[in-house]
């Protein structure tokens, strides 16, 4: 089973940039999607960019405009590109990878981003 591994979180002033990458140890077949969610403390796990096998691309709208999600399916990376970092984008940011037949969700274990003066 491959396993995703996350990297490029930090601590991070206000309008500051950041760049997570999340590598797959092995590859996955019949994938549907690719994201990036996050967590932040004492809330529910929410998806903030997705990504489709054809390109299509879906942000939310926090962070429409601030953050670029990217992939190299040759090399299993995907990348989430943060600009103009927020406080309020302080969370856990974990990257997913979603396979149909058989369906599954494959998780990183999660990168902490800290958006503080």
């Known amino acids: 089973q491959a396993q995703l591994v996350e990297s490029g979180g930090g601590l991070v002033q206000p309008g500051g940039s950041l760049t997570l990458s999340c590598v797959a140890s092995?590859?996955?077949?019949?994938?549907?999607?690719r994201a990036w969610y996050r967590q932040a403390p004492g809330k529910e796990r929410e998806l903030v960019a997705k990504i489709t096998p054809s390109g299509v691309i879906t942000y939310d709208d926090s962070v429409k405009g601030r953050f670029t999600i990217s992939r190299v399916i040759a090399e299993k990376r995907m990348y989430l590109q943060m600009n103009s970092l927020k406080p309020e984008d302080t969370a856990v940011y974990y990257c997913?990878?979603?396979?149909?037949?058989?369906?599954?969700?494959?998780w990183g274990q999660g990168t902490q981003v800290t958006v503080s003066s």
């Open positions: 997913n990878v979603h396979r149909v037949v058989p369906p599954y969700d494959y």
């Open positions: 092995a590859t996955i077949v019949n994938i549907v999607s």
